[in-house]
């Protein structure tokens, strides 16, 4: 059973910057799809940025040339490099390894 474990969220203002960490404790971490999602207050969950196991990268529309997503197969691990973060950023953010296992999410909150 594979655990996931996000980290890095907190409070920032509008026009600041986050990195959330996203670490697995699973094998052949390399072969998963991982993706970045967030669950905002009112509103459904939905996919904020994904990276492949051969690298490809995909983002919303709503975070492309802000959000940066990336990996190291050697840490198990995925990052997720937040800048110029809007108020309507604010969401539970959570990380998933190809959709199947899930992370207890992570709080970013973009306000003054």
């Known amino acids: 059973q594979a655990q996931v474990v996000e980290s890095g969220g907190g409070l920032v203002q509008p026009g600041g910057s986050l990195r959330l960490s996203c670490t697995a404790s699973?094998?052949?971490?390399?072969?998963?799809?991982v993706g970045w999602y967030r669950h905002p207050p009112g509103e459904q969950r939905s996919l904020v940025a994904s990276?492949?196991?051969?690298?490809?990268?995909n983002y919303a529309d709503s975070v492309k040339g802000r959000f940066t997503i990336s990996r190291d197969n050697a840490k198990k691990s995925v990052y997720l490099q937040m800048n110029s973060l809007k108020p309507e950023d604010t969401a539970v953010y959570y990380c998933?390894?190809?959709?199947?296992?899930w992370g207890q999410g992570t709080q970013v909150t973009v306000s003054s």
């Open positions: 998933a390894l190809q959709g199947k296992y």
């Open positions: 699973i094998g052949f971490f390399n072969i998963y799809t």
């Open positions: 990276v492949a196991a051969g690298g490809f990268t």
